[in-house]
């Protein structure tokens, strides 16, 4: 097949008829071939009528039906071999290598749903049997378990144009919840959408699936993405984005008359916490580290540490000498997109012009177009306090250090931090104590909490949340990384009093599938 | 203690400063002391503040001192014997029987969220230990526990003005997940208020917990209630109520900062459907039975069966005939309020007066005042389908029987109805697989599933789900009775390669609660 300029809809390829988008290689800042014609109104109908149709029968796959499913969608990715690999890398500016570790990525994402898929433990099956003798009022029988919630949009990423996009986390978690899948592709990477929505296409054919299990549409914001979140038939919406992006959708959502949940991931700055004993006993390293994480991907990381913590004195000035001489030797990188480099270089420009921010050291120039030159600014614990600017994201390879007269005005800097996706402790054992005294308010501040690591690596796996309070997600109650993101797309309905013939598999008396259920409010397994 | 006309705060009596609430006894139209002057935005910060404060303790309560603690409250809820049932009969006009009955379920209900607790399962702990070896990467020690989203604003029903009012299920499943607490009180019922507050003051009391951890407040629904909702220190709202309320308490919620989840249970007729051979073969006893569940509570019930769906023909005559004189002499019964009295009356002339609804039958005439009346109509489907106000809740003994031409009206009847808290199904073995095609629609539709019973009746257990679609609630992914509605008031917090030290029990190695982990991808027990 290879690039049409195609958008996807019930196992055709469909042409759009709006304007054309195409892909820029940022490296280059070369116009790629071919262009996607945007979709219209009536694409978005034709998906969500087709989605709508395929809901009640794909939801009823069995665990295994789902699982192979799933399986196969890898498959097919890593059938396309170097020709995605080429594609992304020329789409994102993103090295080759790192595109060939996220091919990999989307793929073990997908194999480790197919994984919980199997297992059904997200059906949270719980049975409580009819107590007829029960007085004064006997018991009937009540039985839970948890259904998909309906077709779900899901709008992918810029970063990572594989694991957080057309086939990543957010239509593996929606695809084994049993919800059909409409993907707006992000327009920095039509054609890598294209290839991989093929795939998907593919493997809906080859397991005999309704073809509206799966659309991939091309187009606007207000047409595609608004028209996808306020149709009726959408049920949920899962976006990774900007903080702006992720609350117009959500209004949106809000202001159906019938509301439905948006899971956006939207902005982080991701706080890190020197501590004494680590500064002193291995503040080079820790400073290696540090700008080490902060260059990954560019900073293009939701995880990237953009907010640097401690305490002044001059164990925390040698960390700073050595931040910024591996600042200063940071290769210039070049950015997703010029729309992003030029953001990036508006956020600087911000940052630069604020009296109470210091420049601490600049990385080397870019010879590119789209390059990001890494930056390091320092600032004091009041100013920061004083001044919510200080606390915007800025999307890229920068940081602010906050210097700290003592623990007590750190744990003030901590208290004052909006919501995050992650936070960092750098503590050596004799920290153990000042550190556990943060531990409480960044429990309310983030989803996931790091000792002696850098936020930048997000394991794929049942303990992962990635998510945390407001603004970093729409919805603290979840995570959109790691087996448990299944969850976000499922409610409970419950049974009472069901011939057992009426039953599906997962609920019925015998328990034909060997989960694991809670019943009598005795865990079985 | 008894009646002081106070609202409760940070352990203290403390007396409003608005106009005085006083309640009415429905039988008598008689005005009950003592006055509650309501409090004003003063109140809200100051029980905010105290929830506030409180929050970081009450949560990290071990399992067992907040099991004993929910314990605590139900023996005091007993402790008040005669004078809270005296008071709350004559605050909400219901039986005494029906009275003495929700102060056991209500208790129940808290010792069974003491059991929840107890078991830890609410805490989903996962554990991915390292693995240090693994290519290209190792993999950090991650560790996920859930944890309390902060205080919790609870607005008490009408109807039940034990169970799901100041004790009620709300209160009792946020407490549990370690939530701090602060009710507005219902205007209704605010001596039952005061009096129930008091148990709860007094075993937070008992068990030495920061005052902080419960607050009743009285007053208006602007000061109190939105004044509550709007403050960036409650992170959840607990609603039972009419749809307009609660959806003016979403938007709210949506219109802060940080925008938070509400938990409101609304609306919904609950349908009921009755196929051919169960009306053929016990027409009359379904008949009866479904009169019985209509008039229960007056018809103040959430799951009120106030929509009857069946096929014309000689059975449904009979069943009709028979329903007509089981409503005939049915007596009337005393409303909970005035006001709702009057909207009763209100949703009836509305019915009454359109063209194309019938009335079947009406109840006794009451002989005292704010006595409902029974009454059933019927129409037919094609009228039902086109009119959005046949839909419409009545809430109080009304009911709405729709005649259908075939089961494909029926089903499309079923895909008409907006969300619902319960189906149900009133079937025989013979009408099996015409039941089973409507199983799809309705398991879409409602968040339990009913087969030959009656939907008046919602147990609290394990499997419950009372809950279901908007409008029924502002929320499907969750039920607010029964011991899964814990989840509404948690979020997932991932640890990182955490020192064992800095850790809470319940995510320690060694695993010193003895809870059920997910650990390495498998359930230990």
Request: proline share 6%; net charge negative.
């Amino acid at each position: 097949m290879g690039l049409t300029g195609n958008m996807l809809i019930g196992g055709q390829a469909v042409p759009g008829t709006r304007d054309a988008i195409k892909a820029i290689n940022p490296a280059t800042d070369q116009v790629l071939e071919p262009g996607y014609p945007g979709g219209s109104r009536e694409h978005v109908e034709q998906a969500c009528a087709l989605a709508w149709s395929a809901f009640d029968s794909y939801r009823e796959t069995s665990l295994q039906e789902r699982a192979a499913f799933l399986e196969s969608i890898a498959e097919q990715i890593e059938a396309l071999g170097d020709t995605l690999v080429d594609r992304a890398v020329a789409e994102s500016g993103l090295p080759r290598l790192r595109i060939q570790g996220e091919v990999g990525r989307t793929c073990f994402q997908l194999r480790t749903f197919a994984r919980t898929v199997r297992t059904g433990e997200w059906l949270d099956v719980r049975v409580d049997e009819a107590l007829p003798e029960r007085q004064p009022l006997p018991r009937p029988d009540l039985r839970q378990r948890h259904i998909a919630l309906g077709p779900v949009a899901v709008f992918g990423a810029s970063n990572f144009p594989l694991a957080f996009s057309v086939a990543g986390g957010d239509t593996a978690s929606a695809l084994a919840a049993g919800c059909p899948v409409i993907v707006k592709a992000h327009s920095a990477h039509p054609g890598t959408s294209e290839l991989v929505g093929q795939a998907i296409q593919q493997a809906v054919a080859k397991h005999g699936l309704a073809p509206g299990v799966f659309a991939l549409l091309f187009g606007s914001g207000v047409e595609i993405g608004t028209g996808l979140v306020s149709d009726p038939r959408i049920k949920a919406v899962g976006f990774t984005g900007s903080r702006s992006g992720g609350i117009a959708l959500t209004q949106v959502a809000q202001a159906r008359r019938e509301p439905i949940p948006v899971y956006a991931e939207m902005s982080s700055i991701n706080p890190v916490f020197l501590f004494e004993h680590a500064l002193l006993n291995r503040g080079a390293a820790l400073a290696e580290g540090f700008i080490a994480s902060l260059n990954q991907g560019a900073g293009q990381f939701c995880t990237n540490p953009g907010l640097v913590i401690a305490i002044k004195g001059p164990a925390l000035d040698a960390f700073l000498a050595t931040a910024r001489q591996a600042v200063e030797r940071s290769p210039a990188q070049t950015m997703l997109t010029p729309g992003i480099f030029k953001a990036y270089r508006h956020g600087l420009q911000e940052l630069a012009s604020n009296a109470d921010a210091r420049l601490v050291g600049a990385g080397l120039e870019g010879t590119g177009p789209n390059q990001c030159q890494t930056h390091l600014f320092v600032t004091c614990a009041r100013d920061f306090l004083e001044q919510p600017a200080l606390q915007a994201e800025i999307f890229g390879s920068a940081s602010l250090l906050v210097e700290c007269d003592d623990i007590a005005q750190a744990r003030q800097v901590a208290e004052h931090l909006e919501g995050q996706l992650t936070a960092t402790l750098h503590l050596d054992e004799a920290d153990t104590e000042t550190a556990r005294t943060l531990l409480a308010t960044l429990e309310r501040k983030a989803g996931r909490i790091l000792v002696n690591g850098w936020p930048t690596g997000v394991e794929v796996c049942d303990a992962m949340v990635h998510g945390g309070p407001f603004p970093a997600t729409s919805d603290a109650r979840s995570t959109s990384v790691g087996t448990a993101a299944i969850a976000r797309f499922l409610r409970p309905v419950c049974y009472q009093n069901f011939p057992d013939t009426l039953l599906q598999p997962a609920i019925q008396q015998a328990n034909p599938l060997g989960l694991c259920r809670l019943v009598n409010g005795q865990r079985e397994t």
